[in-house]
T-cell receptor
Framework: DQQVKQNSPSLSVQEGRISILNCDYT??????FLWYKKYPAEGPTFLIS?????DKNEDGRFTVFLNKSAKHLSLHIVPSQPGDSAVYFCAASAGSNYKLTFGKGTLLTVNP | GAGVSQSPSNKVTEKGKDVELRCDPISGHTALYWYRQRLGQGLEFLIYFQGNSAPDKSGLPSDRFSAERTGESVSTLTIQRTQQEDSAVYLCASSLSPRGFNEQFFGPGTRLTVL
């Protein structure tokens, strides 16, 4: 039973364009959502997060949108750069629970 | 380095052998986590340490898996009588505290292959 789903295994975009990565969740107890980025042979690194009391959080080129009624969040990267090419994981936690539940990841390729 | 380190980076073992994976968290981080990522899957939570105690072992897949932490620092994950389905990347993470949101910093992982 996958509680966090990333239905697109891969995404390819042109440099300078917008990348939109999607994530759906089923557990209504989740109230904190995170995106992690992972390069090959490295551990995931934290990118951006959002609390369920917000519907948008922005950090530079990265914006996360949360639609609680749809149990859906998305990560927007504008403009996309070749260095953004990596696997992006969506993760969620419930309350102040440390336990993160991860999706399977989406491989983003940004073409020069 | 100031990050989380793990050793070995790669481990190939034969089915039935025991393996030990090591994690050195960031100094001062009281919380330590082990995750596993099997091929094509997301990260699965295995166990969490607060200091040297493990209040949550709920993710350990079987009694062949155990972990300990000493000195509120290094942690070892031990897999006894390894099976082929144990093949995965084992990731360790640490954070300042488990309470509220504290970013988990991940190590590079240990890739375990059981032949």
């Amino acid at each position: 039973d996958q509680q966090v789903k990333q239905n697109s295994p891969s995404l390819s975009v042109q440099e300078g364009r917008i990348s939109i990565l999607n994530c759906d969740y089923t557990n209504s107890m989740f109230d904190y959502f995170l995106w992690y980025k992972k390069y090959p042979a490295e551990g995931p690194t934290f990118l951006i997060s959002i609390s369920s009391i917000k519907d948008k959080n922005e950090d530079g080129r990265f914006t996360v949108f949360l639609n609680k009624s749809a149990k859906h969040l998305s990560l927007h990267i504008v403009p996309s750069q070749p260095g953004d090419s990596a696997v992006y994981f969506c993760a969620a936690s419930a309350g102040s629970n440390y336990k993160l539940t991860f999706g399977k990841g989406t491989l983003l390729t940004v073409n020069p | 380095g100031a990050g989380v380190s793990q050793s070995p980076s790669n481990k190939v073992t034969e089915k039935g052998k025991d393996v030990e994976l090591r994690c050195d968290p960031i100094s001062g981080h009281t919380a330590l986590y082990w995750y596993r990522q099997r091929l094509g899957q997301g990260l699965e939570f295995l166990i969490y340490f607060q200091g040297n105690s493990a209040p949550d072992k709920s993710g350990l897949p079987s009694d062949r898996f155990s972990a300990e932490r000493t000195g509120e620092s290094v942690s070892t994950l031990t897999i006894q009588r390894t099976q082929q389905e144990d093949s995965a990347v084992y990731l360790c993470a640490s954070s300042l505290s488990p309470r509220g949101f504290n970013e988990q910093f991940f190590g590079p992982g240990t890739r375990l292959t059981v032949l």
